[in-house]
């Protein structure tokens, strides 16, 4: 029992040595392994160290090379390769521009090139020299040369002046006897002219007169021949309207023409005795002024001229050749017209007459000769005032000839313009009176009144033709 026990403990006491000798042998282990792990960090750690100082000093040499080139320390590599470029183009290119090899080129090798340059260009500074001295050489040689010549030309021509002075004085003695024989062949002469011209101007006057005269004649004759065809409406006219009652004591009258018939105030007509068909060679008996229109089919007027042996009655007949009941009638005018014998032209007037009685005036001249409008078939009379001189208006001669001719081409009859009034039945132009913004009624009143009481202005007779 008791060994049993012994041994037991013998066997705890070998397995406790055993684990103390591992615990041991484990903690050397792990000693050294610590040990060596200490040495490896503290090795490494002083490799750091010394890596980083070799960059900072490497930094810090980058930066001072980079300011050494011209750069900031804040420059990139990327930047100062652009500008290296830059630099081996602009400093290194050969004559040509062809740039160097970037890759063999450094800022060091750059001012060897700039060098060698510069000697190229010192000898190329020294040739250009030598050639400047020839050139100036040559161009003293030119100039001794030229200066010679110039000394020959002015003997040359010192000479020439002498020679020119002799012969002009030569000239002038022959252009003087020349001259004063020109005088005496253009005296002779301007005399043989001025008789020739008094025999012309002799001729040229009696052969204007006699032109003149001729020209009067024929025109005379013309004149004559219208006058005698003109006097009366023209074959085909009917009346445009008749007398439905009348008084003479009023001097007032109704006709029966009215808006329909596009009728106006102020529009004048003749007035036929009753049954005449035809107004060829017929007188009018009266003449009417419309001074209201009542309706459609009637209008009053007034009684301007009339004889009282020979009263206007119903049933005469009414004629205007201004107008045609439903239409306008379509004029023309040429010439210098003169409606109240002041010698001043009254086209103007003439043409709101016209177009008061609703017709128109396509065609006329103005005050400076120029034809305004044209004429056509369709115009029912040219209306001819006096025949313009080439003394008074030349254009205005010019253009009564063209409207006088056109006229005729297109079958327009021709009327004066005395004869048109006539057939218009206006008693006197100067009776008519234009009311505007600038009329004044007491004015016209009051020479109403003077006329009244006997200073009536003097007018031409009625039944004349001019």
């Known amino acids: 029992m008791a060994s049993r026990d012994n041994q037991g403990l013998q066997i705890s006491l070998i397995l406790l040595v ?12 792990f000693y050294n392994a610590n040990a060596k792990a200490q040495a490896d960090a503290k090795q490494a750690n002083n490799s750091a160290q010394t890596a980083q100082s070799s960059q900072r000093e490497a930094m810090t040499n980058l930066n001072r090379l980079k300011v050494m080139i011209g750069h900031t320390e804040e420059t990139t590599m990327e930047e100062v390769e652009t500008q290296f470029a830059n630099d081996v183009a602009t400093f290194v290119a050969d004559e040509n521009g062809t740039p160097a090899d970037i890759q063999a080129m450094s800022y060091r090798k750059i001012p060897v090139e700039l060098r060698n340059k510069y000697a190229t260009l010192e000898q190329q500074l020294a040739s250009a020299r030598e050639q400047i001295n020839t050139i100036t050489s040559e161009r003293d040689a030119a100039r001794t040369e ?4 110039v000394a020959q030309a002015i003997a040359a021509k010192n000479a020439a002046d002498d020679k020119l002075t002799k012969l002009t004085a030569e000239y002038a003695t022959e252009r003087t006897s020349l001259q004063n024989q020109q005088k005496q062949v253009l005296a002779a002469k301007t005399s043989i002219e001025g008789q020739v011209a008094q025999v012309k101007a002799v001729a040229a006057t009696e052969q204007t007169s006699l032109k003149k005269t001729i020209t009067e004649q024929e025109t005379l004759i013309v004149g004559l021949k219208k006058i005698a065809q003109d006097l009366k409406p023209k074959a085909g006219d009917r009346a445009d309207g008749e007398i ?4 003479p004591r009023n001097k007032t009258v109704w006709v029966n023409l009215g808006s329909s018939d596009m009728l106006r105030p102020q529009m004048t007509f ?4 009753l049954g005449q068909e035809s107004l060829v060679d017929s007188d009018p008996k009266g003449k009417i002024e419309i001074t209201r229109i009542h309706s459609a089919n009637q ?10 042996g020979d009263p206007v009655m119903p ?3 009414i004629f205007t050749p201004v107008w045609t009941p439903g239409r306008p009638e379509k004029f023309a005018i040429v010439g210098f017209v003169d409606l109240n014998g002041d010698d001043k032209d009254d086209t103007d007037e003439l043409r709101n007459i016209i177009e008061t009685a609703g017709s128109e005036v396509v065609a006329y001249v103005d005050a400076k000769g120029d034809i305004k409008g044209t004429l056509n078939p369709e115009i ?6 006096d025949r313009p001189t080439d003394k008074t208006s030349e254009g205005g001669l010019a253009a009564y000839t063209t409207m006088s001719e056109t006229a005729r081409n297109n079958g327009v009859e021709a009327i004066r313009v005395d004869q048109f009034i006539r057939w218009a039945g206006y008693v006197g132009a100067e009776e008519l009176v234009r009311l505007n913004s600038t009329s004044r009624l007491e004015e016209i009143e009051a020479a109403k009144e003077k006329e009244k009481a006997g200073f009536q202005k003097r007018r031409p007779n009625g039944n004349s033709a001019f």
């Open 18 to 29: 055993m684990m103390v000798v591992g615990l041991g042998i484990v903690a050397g282990v």
């Open 146 to 149: 030229r200066d010679t010549s």
């Open 244 to 247: 439905v009652w009348s008084n």
């Open 270 to 273: 003749s007035v036929y005795p």
């Open 299 to 308: 209008a009053e007027a007034r009684l301007t001229e009339f004889n009282v």
């Open 315 to 317: 049933g005469d007949t």
């Open 380 to 385: 029912r009379y040219l209306i001819l005032g």
